[in-house]
């Protein structure tokens, strides 16, 4: 139990486009996500909390209008990367957290590559 | 907000030797100390974790210990296999946020048959 997907595991997109990623928590329901963005031999850095039914939490220095999130239901979380650029090519990683524990799934993670 | 420091950043060792990774904290707040396994290019994969009321906690070849006076945690793993070779990642979890976890910077293991 408590599995976490993502779609797609990578994409490569131009300069200038938007890409969505979707994280799915496959047997569970997840009132919060959270979204992380690692890049090469660097640590999981988050980037912002993604709510059901509300507006998400973003960390400090991660602008919300480059980065839009919608968490429209209780297994679905989605990270729209909006007009990409080459420095946001990075591994992005969801995880969802079992309700009531702080112990988090995390998804396999996607690839994305802006040329 | 919360820190955590996370040492050495590499390690090799001999396939049968152990393996200490050790990681500080900051935030005295923090209850849930969790640790990874990543594997190239998938995600984090949670072989261990331990909560601030427990000062050890084992699983077969991988312990887990916390000092939550000195603020810092580690995790040992015993009789290391090559297959044990990943990017080990510590975490704290704040009791303040509901599930939002700080990262060490990792540690890159490598076990030599």
């Known amino acids: 139990g408590a599995v976490v997907s993502q779609h797609p595991s990578w994409v490569i997109c131009k300069s200038g486009t938007s890409v969505k990623i979707e994280c799915r928590s496959l047997?569970?329901?997840?009132?919060?996500m959270f979204w992380y963005r690692q890049f090469p031999k660097q640590s999981l850095m988050l980037m912002a909390t993604s709510n059901e039914g509300s507006k998400a939490t973003y960390e400090q220095g991660v602008e919300k209008d480059k980065f839009l999130i919608n968490h429209a239901s209780l297994t679905l979380s989605t990270l729209t990367v909006t007009s990409a650029h080459p420095e946001d090519s990075s591994f992005y990683i969801c995880?969802?957290?079992?309700?009531?524990?702080?112990?988090?799934?995390f998804g396999p993670g996607t690839r994305l590559t802006v040329l | 907000g919360e820190n955590v420091e996370q040492h050495p950043s590499t390690l090799s060792v001999q396939e049968g030797d152990s393996a200490v990774i050790k990681c500080t904290y900051s935030d005295s707040a923090s209850n849930y100390f969790p640790w990874y396994k990543q594997e190239l290019g998938k995600g984090p994969q949670l072989i261990i974790d331990?909560?601030?009321?427990?000062g050890e906690k084992k699983d077969q070849r991988i312990a887990v210990t916390l000092n939550k006076t000195a603020k810092h945690f580690s995790l040992h793993i015993t009789e290391t296999q090559p297959e044990d070779s990943a990017v080990y990642f510590c975490a704290a979890g704040s009791g303040t946020s509901y599930g939002k976890l700080t990262f060490g910077q990792g540690t890159i293991l490598t076990v030599h048959p």
């Open positions: 995880s969802a957290p079992l309700a009531g524990v702080n112990e988090q799934f």
């Open positions: 331990i909560r601030s009321n427990v």
């Open positions: 047997d569970f329901q997840a009132t919060t």
